[in-house]
C-alpha cells in the first residue's frame, strides 16, 4: 500500500505508518531516523506539541474528537526510558 501523496521528511516532525498496528506516533528524530529532522534535545518539546494538537483535534465531519486517550511509550513500556537513543 502506499501513501497518496510523497511524505515531504525535511518538513515532518512527526510521523506513522499506513499500516499502524497500534505502535502509535513517531517523532522524527535526528540521529534515529534517515532524514530526521528534530533535534534530541527538542524530543520531549516537540513530543508534548504532537500529544495536544491530537488531544484537541476535532473531526470536522462528525465535530468529535476521535482520540480517547494518549499516552507516552515510558508510561505504556514501564521498561522504557524516556530519553531517545540514536540507532545505528
Same mark, same amino acid.
Given at each position: $500500500?502506499?501513501? %497518496? #501523496?510523497?511524505?515531504?521528511? #525535511?518538513?515532518?516532525?512527526? &510521523?506513522? /505508518?499506513?499500516?499502524? /498496528?497500534?505502535? @502509535? =506516533?513517531?517523532?522524527?528524530?535526528? @540521529?534515529? #531516523? *534517515?532524514? @530526521?529532522?528534530?533535534? *534530541? @534535545? +527538542?524530543?520531549?518539546?516537540?513530543?508534548?506539541?504532537? $500529544?495536544?494538537?491530537?488531544?484537541? &483535534? =476535532? +473531526? %470536522?465531519?462528525?465535530?468529535? !474528537? %476521535?482520540?480517547?486517550?494518549?499516552?507516552?511509550?515510558?508510561?505504556? &513500556? !514501564?521498561?522504557? /526510558?524516556?530519553?531517545?537513543? %540514536?540507532?545505528?
Amino acid at each position: $500500500m502506499s501513501l %497518496p #501523496q510523497s511524505v515531504n521528511w #525535511q518538513r515532518s516532525k512527526a &510521523f506513522t /505508518t499506513i499500516r499502524s /498496528t497500534g505502535e @502509535g =506516533v513517531s517523532i522524527n528524530l535526528a @540521529g534515529r #531516523q *534517515p532524514d @530526521g529532522i528534530v533535534d *534530541p @534535545g +527538542d524530543f520531549e518539546k516537540v513530543r508534548d506539541e504532537v $500529544m495536544d494538537r491530537l488531544a484537541s &483535534f =476535532v +473531526d %470536522p465531519k462528525t465535530g468529535k !474528537k %476521535p482520540v480517547k486517550a494518549i499516552y507516552k511509550r515510558e508510561e505504556i &513500556f !514501564k521498561a522504557s /526510558t524516556p530519553t531517545p537513543r %540514536p540507532t545505528s
